[in-house]
């Protein structure tokens, strides 16, 4: 089955500095790629994801890169602030089960100091 | 109307009791699923329902009982839980069951048991 690893599990930045966090996934028929940011005592909430057939997606200060062939995707934030301070989790969806489940990472703890 | 209603928001129960944790959506979706998630952990399924019929159960032990009365309701009947069964119990939707539909999680609720 679909196997996710995310990458690094905490990371600290300067308010302003850029994040990038980095998810790899198995399954090549995986065609689903959200990221979702989860603040303490709160509910996983989208924000944003990227579909397969796009190689890159931008929302603001948020963006999300796929690369296909090396079975990787980043979410990437810039000028972060103190209420980007969250875990962020990637996931991916296998298609061939055509069950919706998401396979999620194991979660990067981030924290924006100001 | 884009959430996801689950109640109670916090429950603490003993391991003779039981119980029901309840979720309510009305954006007309069609899959429902339950979500289980400990501290610094990612959600981790637990069941689907598509189109109010059960399509995955991922091994869950019988004294977790899921129900889908309607197309907007989803029902987790609890019976003789462990303390380890304590954790935020998570409700998400999605318009359906294929793979690349966003799905949308209630605020959980987190379950104590004593």
């Known amino acids: 089955g679909e196997n996710v690893e995310q990458h690094p599990s905490t990371l600290s930045v300067q308010e302003g500095d850029s994040a990038v966090i980095k998810c790899t996934y198995s399954d090549s028929a995986s065609n689903y790629f959200p990221w979702y940011k989860q603040e303490l005592g709160k509910r996983p909430q989208l924000i944003i994801d990227?579909?397969?057939?796009?190689g890159e997606k931008k929302d603001q200060r948020i963006a999300v890169t796929l690369n296909k062939t090396a079975k990787h995707f980043s979410l990437h934030i810039t000028e972060t602030q103190p209420e980007d301070s969250a875990v962020y989790f990637c996931a991916a969806t296998n298609p061939p089960s055509n069950t919706g489940k998401l396979i999620f990472g194991q979660g990067t703890t981030l924290q924006v100091k100001p | 109307d884009t959430e996801v209603t689950q109640t109670p928001k916090h429950l603490v129960m003993g391991m003779t009791n039981k119980k029901s944790l309840k979720c309510e959506q009305h954006m007309g979706h069609r899959a429902m699923y339950w979500y289980k998630q400990k501290a610094k952990k990612p959600p981790e399924l637990m069941f689907v329902y598509s189109y109010e019929k059960l399509s995955i159960n991922e091994s869950v032990p019988s004294r977790f009982s899921p129900e889908c009365p309607n197309s907007s309701l989803l029902n987790l009947h609890l019976h003789a839980l462990q303390p380890e069964d304590s954790a935020l119990y998570l409700c998400a939707s999605s318009q359906d069951n294929r793979a690349n539909t966003e799905a949308f999680f209630g605020q959980g609720t987190r379950l104590t048991v004593v």
């Open positions: 990227i579909r397969s057939n796009v």
